[in-house]
Structure formats: C-alpha cells, structure tokens
C-alpha cells in the first residue's frame, strides 16, 4: 500500500491554472497516469502532461471539423486504459472516439437520436469496454474492438429510467450505473447481469467512482450528499453531508484516505474516509460556476479541479525530515511545512 506522511492543509494552495482558448467553457475533464485532457463548448480539446506541480500543455486543438456542429458540446470524457492518445467524448446523439495524434474520429458509438450523453467511462478486464449515461435515456455498454452494444440499463431489472452515471471497477469485471432515481446499479461486464441496487439517494445520482481497491464505491447526487459505499454487501458507510448544491463529481485519492467532491456552486469538500469527516472546503472560484470535473495526481498531493473557466491544480507541500543515519519507523516521520503559505 501507498504510504503518505501526515497532510498539512494548511499548505494547500494553487499551483498551476489553465485555460483552453479565450471564451471557451470546460465541460468535461479526465485524468489517466500522467495525461490530463479537458474539452470546452466548442468541441476544442486541450491535452496536457502532469510534472509534480506542473502541467505542461502537450496540444492545445482547435475544433477539428470531424466533430461535427460548430458548438459541439462535450459534456464528458474518457481516457482509453489502452492508448493515452485516445479518448471518448460524451455529445448529442453519440459517444465518439477520437484519436489525439491523428485529430481525427476513429468512429461513433450509436446513443439514442435527439438525446445528450451526459457521462462516459472506458474500461473493462482488458481496457475494451465504453459505457455512457443519457440524460433522457436509459445507460449503454459497447465493446469498442467490435462496436457491438452489450447492455442497456434503466435502473434495477424491470424499470426504464435514464442513467445520469456511470463507472467501471478497477478489475474492470463491474460496471456501476447511476439513475435518476436515485439507484445506483451494478452489473457484470461478461455476463451482462444484474448484480445488485444500492439505494439510499432521494435526488439523481450524477457522480460514481470506485476506490482503488474496488472495495468501496462514492456516489454523488443532486439530493446535495455523497455516499461512501461498501460494495460486498451494498451497504451504505458514509453519508457525506456538507454540500449545499448538487454534487456533480467525486474523486477518490490514490491512497484511498481521501475523497474530493465538488459540487454545481463551485465548491470542492475533501473527506476522511475512514471518519467521513469533512477535511476542508475549497471555493475553487469566485462566479459560483459549478465544478465539471475533480482528478488527484498519482502521487496523491494535488487535486485537479475543473470548472467553465479554468483548470486548477490544488498542491500540498510537504517536506520529509528523516534521520538519514538511521530509517525510522514510519510514526516517527515528521513533516514540515515549507515556508510559502496558500
């Protein structure tokens, strides 16, 4: 397991912030080892390369036309686990993949015509699996190396609501679908079942993500609470309550001991997830411009937030004394602020 010394968030502050174009407004953000890609209004995506705490910008492109309409809207993306120069893009009427290197679209995942995808997630045992929620229709799974639809879910077995989430386990063997109902849904990716409902949200569910284990799942929801969830037996650990808006997003930290959720004001809470304690709240900006995508760094000391107008990357300084004569038991690490405040 990852080990991390004591955090000191009175050292949190922002270290990095980014743009993409002058009027463009970030709808969507994902993150996958140390790839950052956003995407505005317009269908212009910006790609960057994470360096500590730095982000160095590796393409920044204008709208190629081979996506479509001039106000193309990317309302989510995800970063293949195959090829971190491919991404899904979550638009009206389809999921379409797009090729970094190339700029180009490889091809379209068929949704349901006249409707928007709201979320999209990339993933499975072996990194071939795309699923996709909609925001007036009912979730979708395709194999991307076939581009055969595999399953649609409407909530539990035997209703048809839309599905306003979606993500997939670490292993890849499950895919948890959030509706707008409330449910949270998970199925097997091989056998297309039904696993099993957690229920507990009163408002759509419009954020899911696993820990890095797969062991527990976090849930957000326009009820303006989050959700840790044990997965074995459904049942919810902690109701996370602090949010006074929607929760749009959640994001879990590599180590496990942190969760950040933002919400559609703006604000970013990060919890203890071994209290369910709220850490620290964060007014990522002053516009109450709701928060459209939340990525912790691999090293776990820098939260990236996303919301119309810019990109921010959130850093903990931390400084290890250690005795060098001698390693120390790991209780007998200190930890010293730098000397730069937030």
Avoid: C
Wanted: no cysteine; hydrophobic share 40%.
């Amino acid at each position: 397991p990852l080990f991390f010394p004591p955090y000191n968030f009175e050292q949190l502050r922002v270290v990095e912030e980014l743009t993409i174009g002058n009027f463009d407004e970030i709808g969507a953000m994902d993150r996958r080892n140390d790839r950052l890609v956003a995407a505005t209004n317009t269908g212009r995506l910006g790609v960057w390369e994470i360096h500590g705490e730095t982000m160095s910008l590796f393409s920044e492109e204008q709208r190629p036309p081979e996506l479509g309409a001039a106000n193309l809207t990317v309302n989510d993306l995800a970063i293949s686990p195959r090829s971190s120069g491919e991404v899904a893009l979550a638009t009206a009427d389809a999921i379409l993949i797009y090729d970094i290197g190339k700029l180009a679209v490889q091809y379209a995942l068929e949704g349901f015509s006249g409707d928007v995808a709201t979320r999209v997630d990339w993933g499975g045992p072996n990194g071939n699996l795309i699923a996709a929620g909609w925001f007036g229709s009912i979730g979708q799974m395709w194999n991307t190396l076939s581009r055969e639809e595999l399953l649609q879910v409407g909530g539990s077995p035997g209703t048809s609501v839309a599905t306003s989430a979606v993500t997939f386990s670490p292993d890849g063997r499950t895919v948890a679908y959030g509706s707008t109902n409330g449910q949270v849904t998970l199925w097997d990716t091989n056998s297309s079942e039904f696993i099993q409902s957690l229920e507990q949200h009163t408002g759509q569910v419009r954020s899911l993500e696993y820990s890095a284990d797969g062991s527990e799942l976090v849930s957000g929801s326009t009820d303006t609470n989050a959700i840790i969830w044990e997965v074995e037996t459904g049942n919810p650990i902690y109701i996370l309550e602090g949010h006074a808006s929607f929760v749009t997003h959640s994001a879990w930290s590599p180590a496990g001991n942190l969760i950040a959720t933002g919400d559609a004001q703006g604000v970013v809470i990060l919890w203890d997830t071994q209290t369910g304690e709220a850490v620290i709240q964060l007014r990522t900006n002053t516009s109450a411009e709701p928060i459209n995508g939340l990525a912790w760094s691999e090293d776990g000391y820098s939260l990236i937030t996303a919301s119309a107008r810019r990109i921010s990357m959130w850093r903990i300084d931390l400084t290890v004394e250690v005795d060098e004569s001698e390693e120390p038991p790991a209780e007998d690490v200190t930890v010293t602020p730098t000397e730069e405040g937030p």
